[in-house]
């Protein structure tokens, strides 16, 4: 377990750098579709993921907040989520057709916005995570991806070839939020409580980071031409 661990905790950088690469390598294939922003994305992941690294490990990289130095990378991810969510939003919203699932997502995209501006009154938002907003911004994707899916089930093959991306992206995104939300949810209560995390969250969470982005990899990969939208 130790070794896998280890592979665990430094595989994912890494494993954002070459998603960010294959993005790049890949951007002809989808620069005139709502993906054409996801490579900017994918950078702000990894210079998230780097900048949290360094601010939690080394004081000289500590953030100042109101001149007091503090070992927190909260914020930098409370800020993050709220771009990654609506993000998503918008290329689901873009994706899908259906009138009444663009308008639901729409409704969707603004309660989101509306719990984030409200979450902080209940939790700091420099210190804390912001676990309701967060979790309605899981939920709202999960349901974003299920309608897109529902909406091209019977979409024929020579059509695939647009939607290879964006389908395996979003096999990703379900992996992850079916996997990391109840993760989510036990964390808080166990914060609240004050009970001791399960020995295995950590490596289910990290794993399921893991299977996400090798996901989005193989989107990258398979794209044979063009989107359409």
């Not at 996997?179 to 036990?186: E, L, R």
């Amino acid at each position: 377990m130790e070794i896998l661990d280890a592979i665990l905790e430094n595989a994912c950088l890494p494993l954002y750098a070459l998603t960010l690469l294959i993005a790049l390598i890949k951007y002809p294939k989808y620069y005139s579709t709502p993906l054409k922003y996801f490579p900017i994305l994918l950078m702000y992941t990894f210079l998230t993921e780097l900048l949290g690294y360094f601010t939690k490990h080394y004081e000289v990289f500590h953030i100042s907040i109101f001149t007091a130095f503090v070992k927190h990378n909260v914020i930098i991810y409370n800020i993050y989520n709220i771009i990654f969510f609506n993000y998503f939003f918008y290329v689901y919203w873009s994706y899908i057709e259906n009138k009444k699932y663009k308008n639901f997502i729409l409704l969707t995209g603004i309660f989101f916005m509306i719990t984030s501006l409200i979450n902080p009154f209940f939790q700091n938002f420099k210190l804390e995570a912001q676990v309701y907003s967060y979790l309605v911004g899981a939920f709202a994707i999960l349901i974003c991806i299920i309608l897109f899916f529902w909406e091209h089930r019977h979409t024929s093959k020579k059509m695939d070839y647009g939607l290879t991306g964006i389908q395996w992206i979003s096999i990703g995104l379900l992996i992850f939020y079916l996997g990391y939300a109840p993760i989510k949810i036990s964390r808080f209560y166990n914060f609240i409580y004050q009970l001791n995390e399960f020995v295995h969250l950590r490596r289910i969470h990290l794993s399921l980071i893991v299977l996400m982005y090798i996901n989005f990899i193989i989107g990258f990969l398979r794209m044979k031409r063009k989107f359409w939208i």
